[in-house]
């Protein structure tokens, strides 16, 4: 059985950036989930296309999905458009990382 989008999301939630101590979710890094009967495909992106840790990454992504996709294939796209920036990250990613309105 395929996992829910709750579950994913969740799973989703336990993948960090190194270099900033918010999940990816709550980055507003994850653009989409689509779950389908043959594959999920998550597409996301990063906050710089230079991230020394973009395959690391991409692979923890990939690996907490497959962890609750029931069997069900994985898929991660990476994409640069649109582009990320602040505003897509959530009110709390921002209040962890110190960031008011005002500020960004």
């Known amino acids: 059985m395929t ?45 710089s296309p230079t991230c020394p840790l973009m395959e690391e990454i991409l692979a923890q992504v990939k690996n907490a999905v497959v962890g609750v996709a029931g069997g069900t294939a994985v898929r991660v796209e990476l994409v640069w458009d649109p582009p990320w920036n602040l505003s897509m990250m959530s009110d709390m990613a921002r209040a962890e990382l110190d960031l008011t309105e005002q500020g960004w």
Do not use: C, H, Q, S
């Not at 950036?17 to 389908?36: S, T």
């Open 3 to 47: 996992a829910n989008r709750e579950d994913i999301i969740n799973a989703l939630k336990t993948v960090y950036d190194p270099e900033i101590p918010v999940n990816i979710w709550d980055l507003g890094l994850v653009y989409d989930i689509k779950i389908g009967d043959k594959e999920i495909v998550i597409t996301m992106t990063f906050t």
